[in-house]
């Protein structure tokens, strides 16, 4: 397709995209008639579902060239697609000789030549054949095939090789000579009752573990993902359905392909196979895939599910679930989907092809260009992925939004936001070295760096990058933000997007004892605080032995935590405290400690000067350190739930998430039930007692357990955060702790059935409807899209034409974007006017915050939260703690200040005390225009 002229600045002009998408249609019409007519259908009305696929793939190639021409990058384009399709043999390969006749013969069980009989005779006929074994596999595949282009007059040497590899497959040394190999990979069988293979470990208390443990250290990425052989591995075991109305994994899987009025199939686990809740058009993109057309498989990706950075690998596996594969190995669809987003942004202008499609993708039948800016303006509270992905869809619709946020997001640097990005690897961290940007809610502070954080980087950029967007952090809602005051700060419309609310605590005697803490407030501590950096100084703390009490997620993802900070942490105390007892004196430094903080502390070193000769006996040995022995001699990390594993909600939704846990060394500890947490003298706790329950549900008194605990981490039982209608009560109607579900009909809020999953109808909206006004929920606040990023996203992308049928109601008269966006800046953003020293110990501040004083009322508490992005650093140590709690002491509403006075008790106090005229306190981050 001829080149379409373009530069950066148009990425983010509606009219310069319009003017776009009319050069690309216009080519198309001169190039490919037919489809160009099919393309005037297809925006006109809807093609038919035999039509549709065709279409779609057709149309996803085309793009592919114009954006090849617009960024210059046809030869790293024919690279790529050169190296995806240069591994089909080995895929041929597996298809007629291992998966047919190797296997055939795997069921006969007949005799055969050893391995190394076999593996001498394949080295030498590779030599014959002028065949390089430098890619072994990729060698004999080449083989392979050759071979069956004449099987009659090579029938021994096809007996042979179909030897070899049943023995490759079979034998210790062969599976050993072949590790790694994709083409003898074969499906398993799925036994659900056995999906997380387990073994007693050495104790008392019956805990379960694996033989094998591969120790993380630290916080980087802890999983590199596939390669792009395994990924075309994937691609070529799907079944390419969606010709045949049979791609289930993306409208989920039906009782009776010929009757959906029955609904959708039940899992082993009683749970419906919806499929992609954003019924992404899987197949078509792996048909892409396939015959090398990558950047035309994002575009497909694109299509449905804009916000891909945030899904996929390590995320959401739903298609999985529903894949047509039901009794083996289903395919690995969001390992495809991951590695299809990374080889585009591998490319050169990668962020910016990305970008580009988010604002312009002919595929879409809605949205597939951005819309002018037509005056009507939204406030998105919460800014997790149901947040993020609504105010997308807005911004497309053109809107302007404000997203607010109740914890604190950092400001992106200018330059990163306005000016092109040729390498995507300028906008990648190290996760262990990475700011903590904020945005992203639970994305961010409730996943762990098992998830690529950079793609949330990816993500907060290109919503930055929006002419009409603005966010704010430490916006609380309910106390900050109020839905009256959504219409007197000029917005048409509110959504509520504040996710789930605290788990419930146990109700156990001894719950609020030292030691106890809420399972997601410290994955939040750990990540706002910045505590998991070895330079930071915040003060989160943690002992072991470390029992987790929960079978979700949460709890897998808080247990793996826990223990990779506590090597962080026991190793950061050990550096500091031979720092201080250099500059203050052995004697000096103990006399700042009570006997009990002692006692905690002497544990900590201890425990810190046995990793630190592990480490120097490894390094001698030249092995890795045995860092798994230390732990489980420490007490470890246990997972403790009340019902067997397989009942359990991690295993149920995603089991891979418990192997992998367990292979870093977690313990697990079903059927036993939490009954008090007992505590030393100081009120710490000691232990957890619990009751152990028999698999048939019957607990007996006699069955008590002291399991040692000095850390109790609580994830249990999270729901729609409602809290809002607690703190305004008659505000919003609930059923229970949910919000009642209306939909607008001709202007008036009706009350919405009970859905029965997330792809039924359901209502968007809360029960408010004061005049015009809506509000409307989604993501986890929902009850519908509850416990999932991925249904929080597909929430946006259903409930947005909801939110604009009711905007299209509303006039705009004489709209400056300029002055509301000035006075939302003024009004959300905090800044300090002034600083006294009153005393040695305390110093106060005057900050001038217009939200944070609007609703003040005596009692209320703020919460002074430092800046990554502004902290100065001393040497290699930043100078950032935890968030500090204070009392406002005097409140000037007219003039939008709050004096407050900050106790130096603490690290967070001093650092708290530098803070000078002009420097930012509770600031959100702007939206930004290029």
Same mark, same amino acid.
């Given at each position: ?5 373009f ?15 009319q ?19 297809y ?10 696929? @065709?279409f ?5 190639? !085309? &793009?592919?060239r ?16 050169? $190296? ?16 047919? *006749? ?29 065949? $390089?074994?430098s ?5 004999v595949?080449?083989?392979?095939? +050759? ?5 009659e007059q090579? /029938?021994?040497?096809?007996e ?16 050993? /000579?072949?590790?790694?190999?994709? !083409? ?8 659900f009752q056995h ?12 805990i379960?573990?694996?033989a ?7 916080? +980087?990425?802890? @999983? ?43 899992d ?12 992404e058009?899987v ?14 498989a994002?575009v ?9 950075p945030?899904?996929g ?22 390992q495809i ?19 580009l ?10 949205q ?46 200018? =330059? ?6 040729? @390498?995507?690897?300028? *906008?990648?961290? =190290?996760?262990?070295?990475?700011? %903590?940007?904020?945005?992203g809610g ?14 949330l980087?990816?993500?907060?950029? $290109? ?34 997007a504040v ?28 990540q706002?605080t ?10 989160l703390?943690?002992?072991?032995p470390?029992?987790v ?5 949460t ?12 090597l ?6 050990m550096?500091?405290?031979? #720092?201080?007892?250099? &500059? ?10 009570? $006997? ?17 000769a ?6 001698q ?17 246990? &997972? ?16 891979e998430?418990l ?38 549900g ?25 809290a809002?209608?607690?703190?305004h ?13 209306f ?5 008036? *809020?009706?009350? !919405?059935? &009970? ?11 809360? !029960?408010?409807g ?5 509000? +409307? ?33 509303? #006039? ?5 974007? /300029? ?14 006017? +002034?600083?006294?020293?009153l ?8 900050i ?12 209320? *508490?703020?919460?002074l939260?430092?800046?990554?992005t ?18 406002? %002491? ?14 130096? =008790? ?25």
């Open positions: 397709m001829a080149s379409v002229p530069d950066f600045a148009s990425h983010y002009d509606a009219k310069a995209l319009d003017h776009f998408d050069h690309f249609v216009e080519n198309l019409a001169r190039e490919d008639r037919d489809l160009y007519q099919q393309l005037l259908v925006r006109a009305a809807e093609l038919s579902d035999a039509e549709l696929s @065709d779609l793939i057709a149309l996803a190639v !085309s &793009i592919e114009t954006l090849v021409g617009v960024f210059d990058i046809e030869t790293e384009m024919l690279a790529l697609s050169s $190296s995806v399709t240069s591994n089909d043999h080995i895929f041929h390969f597996k298809k007629m000789f291992v998966a047919r *006749l190797a296997k055939r013969k795997l069921s006969q069980q007949v005799a055969m030549q050893d391995f190394a009989s076999l593996d001498a005779w394949l080295d030498s006929v590779l030599t014959v054949n002028a065949i $390089s074994a890619d072994r596999e990729s060698a595949a080449k083989l392979g095939v +050759s071979l069956l282009k004449n099987p090579h /029938a021994q040497a096809i042979l090789l179909t030897d070899w590899s049943v023995q490759a497959m079979c034998t210790p040394e062969g599976r050993a /000579a072949t590790a790694g190999w994709v !083409s003898l990979r074969l499906p398993n069988k799925c036994d999906l997380v293979p387990t073994q007693p470990l050495e104790g008392d208390f019956g379960e573990g694996v094998e443990v591969v120790h993380r250290e630290g916080f +980087s990425l802890t @999983d590199e993902r596939m390669s792009l052989r395994e990924i075309q591995n994937e691609v070529h075991y799907c079944v390419y359905c969606h010709d045949k109305d049979g791609d289930f994994c993306r409208t989920g899987f039906p009782v009776k392909k010929k009757q959906p009025e029955l609904g959708l199939k039940k082993a686990f009683n749970q419906p196979q919806t499929g992609c809740p954003l019924e058009r197949s078509e993109a792996h048909l892409l895939q396939r015959d090398g057309y990558t950047l035309a994002l497909m990706i694109m299509r449905d599910n804009p916000m891909c945030a899904t690998h390590r995320i959401c596996n739903d298609c999985m679930k529903a894949c047509i594969y039901q009794k083996q190995d289903p395919v690995n669809i969001p989907e991951t590695g299809i987003l990374s080889e585009v942004l591998k490319l050169p202008w990668g962020v910016e092809i990305f970008n499609l988010l604002r312009w993708n002919p595929l879409r039948h809605q597939s260009v951005l819309h002018a800016y037509a005056g009507k303006k939204v406030a998105v509270m919460g800014m997790g992925p149901a947040g993020f992905s609504l105010a997308y869809h807005l911004l497309m619709e053109g809107c302007a939004v404000v997203g607010l946020d109740g914890l604190k997001i950092e400001p992106l640097p200018h =330059d990163l936001v306005t000016k092109p990005i040729e @390498d995507y690897n300028n *906008l990648v961290e =190290d996760l262990e070295k990475r700011i %903590t940007w904020g945005f639970v994305a961010e502070y409730g996943i762990t760096v098992r998830w690529d954080k950079n793609f980087t990816l993500l907060y950029l $290109s919503l930055c990058r929006f002419q009409h967007f603005q966010v704010f952090g430490a916006v609380r809602f309910g106390g900050t933000f109020q839905v009256e005051d959504a219409w007197r700060l000029g917005f048409d419309h509110l959504a509520v996710g789930a609310g605290l788990p419930r605590e146990l109700p156990i005697p001894g719950s609020l004892a030292v030691g106890m803490r809420q399972a997601n407030d410290f994955l939040m501590a750990l706002l910045g505590a998991a950096k070895r330079s930071h100084m915040a003060n703390q943690v002992s072991l470390a029992v009490v929960g079978g979700g997620l709890a897998v993802d808080t247990a793996t935590e826990v223990q990779a900070y506590y962080v942490q026991i190793e950061k105390v550096q500091r405290v031979e #720092t201080l007892k250099k &500059i203050l004196g052995e004697e000096k430094f103990w006399s700042h400690f009570k $006997s009990v903080d002692q006692a905690a502390l002497d544990q900590w070193l201890m425990h810190a000067e046995e990793l630190r592990e480490r120097q006996l490894a390094q040995l030249g092995r890795k350190p045995n860092v798994d022995a230390l732990l489980k001699r420490w007490g470890g990390v246990t &997972i403790v739930y009340r019902r067997s594993m397989q009942e359990s909600p991690a295993y149920k939704r995603n089991h998430e192997i992998r846990a367990l292979g870093e060394g977690v313990g697990y500890l079903g059927h036993h039930e939490p009954l008090a947490a007992l505590c030393d003298d100081h009120g710490h706790i000691v232990a957890l007692q619990c009751r152990k329950r028999l698999p048939d019957v607990t007996h008194e006699q069955n008590l357990v002291d399991l040692p605990a000095r850390s109790v981490f609580v994830a249990t039982g999270a729901k729609p955060n409602v809002y209608s607690f703190e009560r008659d505000t919003f109607a609930r059923q229970g702790y949910e919000y009642q579900a939909q607008d009909i001709n202007g008036e *809020l009706l009350v !919405s059935p &009970i859905a029965e999953h997330c792809k039924s109808s359901f209502g968007a909206f809360t !029960s408010y004061q005049g015009d006004k809506r509000v +409307s929920f989604l993501g986890d606040t929902h009850p519908l899209f509850h416990g999932s990023v991925v249904k929080a996203i597909a929430s946006a992308k259903r409930i947005y034409p909801a939110v604009m049928s009711v905007l299209s109601q509303h #006039t705009v008269e004489g709209d400056d974007y /300029a002055t509301f966006a000035a006075n939302m800046q003024d009004y959300f953003a905090a800044k300090v006017l +002034s600083r006294q020293v005393s040695e110990r305390h110093v106060e501040l005057v001038q915050s217009p939200a944070a004083v609007c609703h003040f009322q005596p009692g209320h *508490l703020y919460r939260q430092p800046w990554e502004r902290a100065q650093w001393l040497g290699e140590t930043c100078l950032l703690g935890e968030s500090k709690a204070l009392v406002g %002491t005097k409140v000037c509403r007219d003039q939008g200040t709050v004096t407050v006075v900050v106790p130096q =008790d603490s690290v967070a106090g001093r650092l708290a005390a530098l803070l000078r005229p002009g420097d930012q306190w509770l600031d959100g981050a702007n939206g930004h225009y290029v």
